[in-house]
C-alpha cells in the first residue's frame, strides 16, 4: 500500500522551510538579549544617566537637600531596575523560546498525524475498490486527512510568527527564520519559600520606589515642621505621608503574594513534568514492543505507525510541560528578583 504521493508533496513543501531556519540555543538566545536587547539597553542608559546626574548635583554647591534625596533616590532604583530587567529580560527570552520550540515539536506531530492519515484513506480507498469499506468510509478518511493537513498548515504559518517574535527580543530584529533547538533542563525547585521571602522586598523596585515616597514625605513633614511654614502645609504633608505608608504596606503586600502563587504555580509544573515524563517512557517502551510484534506479524505496518504517532503526542505533551515549567521558574525568578533558572550565570 503506498501513501498518496501528493499528500506527501505537500508534507515536504511545508516542513521544508524549516530547514532554512537557522538555529539558536535558549542559552544563546539570553546572551543575545542581554546585550542587544532594547529593554536592557534602555535600563543601563537610565542608570548612567542618573549617575551623572548624582555626581553633578554633589558637585553643586547650591543643591538642596531635597535635590540630593531625589538624585540619590533616582541612582538606587535605576540600579535595582537593571536587576530587575535582566531577570524580565530571562522571563520573556524564555516563554518566546519555549513557545517556538513547542511550536515545532506540534508541527512534527502534525506532520506524523498527516501521513498517518494519508496511510488510512490508502487503506480505506483499498477497502472500498475491495467492497469491504462504503463510500461514506471513504469521504470521512478524506475528511479527518483534510483536517490533519489543514492544523499543519496552520501550525506551520505560526512558526515564522513567533520565530519573529523571538528574534525581536533578542535584538535580533532583522534575522532570519529562528529555529529553536532543545533546551537544557531546568533546575529542580530545591529553594524553601521561606528563603526567597527573606529579602525579596529589598529587592523589588516598586517597594522601593514606595519606600522612597515615604522617605520624601518624611523629608517634607520634617521641612515643614517649624514657625515660619503654613499651618495647613504641615498637615498637608502629614496626610501625604499617611498615603504613602500605605502605599508601602500595600506594595510589600503585593509582592510577597506574587511570589507566593509563583512558587505554587512552579511546584504544579515540576510534578507535571514528572508525570509526562513517566507516562512518554511508558509509551516509549509500548512502541518499542510494536516494533516487535510486527516482526512477529502481530501487527501491520499500519499500526506500527499509529504507536509511532502516539509516541510523538506523548512527546509533544512533555515537551510542553517542560516548557510549562521552564517558564514557572523564570516567572518566579522575577517574583523573587533573583535567578532560579540558573541561566543568568551561563549566558553572561
Not at 516542513?15 to 536592557?40: F, M, P, Q, R, Y
Not at 524553601?192 to 522586598?201: G, I, N, S
Amino acid at each position: 500500500m503506498k501513501t498518496n504521493p501528493v499528500h506527501l508533496l505537500t508534507l515536504t513543501l511545508i516542513l521544508s522551510s524549516s530547514a532554512l531556519a537557522a538555529n539558536i540555543t535558549l542559552e544563546n538566545s539570553l546572551s543575545s538579549a542581554l546585550s542587544d536587547g532594547k529593554d536592557l539597553s534602555d535600563a543601563r542608559a537610565n542608570l548612567a544617566t542618573a549617575q551623572a546626574d548624582l555626581a553633578a548635583k554633589q558637585a553643586d554647591p547650591t543643591s538642596l537637600i531635597g535635590t540630593l534625596q531625589s538624585a540619590q533616590n533616582t541612582l538606587a532604583l535605576n540600579t535595582l531596575k537593571l536587576s530587575s530587567t535582566q531577570l524580565s529580560t530571562l522571563q520573556t527570552v524564555m516563554t518566546n523560546y519555549t513557545t517556538l520550540f513547542e511550536a515545532q515539536r506540534t508541527v512534527e506531530q502534525n506532520a506524523a498525524q498527516v501521513v498517518l492519515d494519508s496511510r488510512n484513506l490508502s487503506v480505506t480507498q483499498a477497502k472500498r475498490a475491495a467492497q469491504n469499506a462504503t463510500d461514506l468510509d471513504v469521504s470521512s478518511a478524506q475528511n479527518t486527512l483534510s483536517t490533519s493537513q489543514q492544523t499543519l498548515s496552520n501550525n506551520t504559518a505560526q512558526l515564522a510568527v513567533l520565530s519573529a517574535k523571538l528574534a525581536q527580543s533578542i535584538g535580533q530584529g532583522n534575522t532570519p527564520d529562528l529555529k529553536a533547538t532543545s533546551y537544557p533542563a531546568m533546575p529542580a525547585l530545591s529553594v524553601a519559600l521561606a528563603d526567597l521571602e527573606k529579602d525579596v522586598l529589598a529587592r523589588s523596585p516598586d517597594v522601593l520606589q514606595a519606600q522612597q515616597a515615604v522617605s520624601s514625605a518624611q523629608l517634607t513633614v520634617k521641612l515643614s515642621d517649624n514657625d515660619y511654614t503654613p499651618r495647613r502645609t504641615l498637615e498637608d504633608a502629614k496626610i501625604g505621608l499617611e498615603g504613602a505608608n500605605r502605599t508601602l504596606e500595600n506594595s510589600q503586600k503585593s509582592v510577597l503574594t506574587t511570589l507566593r502563587d509563583a512558587y505554587r504555580t512552579a511546584q504544579d509544573a515540576q510534578k507535571q513534568v514528572a508525570l509526562s515524563q513517566t507516562a512518554f517512557e511508558n509509551q516509549t517502551k509500548s512502541y518499542a514492543q510494536d516494533g516487535v510484534r510486527l516482526k512477529s506479524g502481530l501487527i501491520s505496518s499500519q499500526q506500527l505507525l499509529a504507536s509511532e504517532v502516539t509516541l510523538k503526542n506523548s512527546l509533544l505533551s512533555l515537551d510542553r510541560a517542560r516548557g510549562s515549567y521552564a517558564r514557572a521558574l523564570s516567572s518566579l525568578s522575577v517574583a523573587a528578583g533573583r535567578d532560579v533558572t540558573g541561566l543568568l550565570g551561563v549566558a553572561k
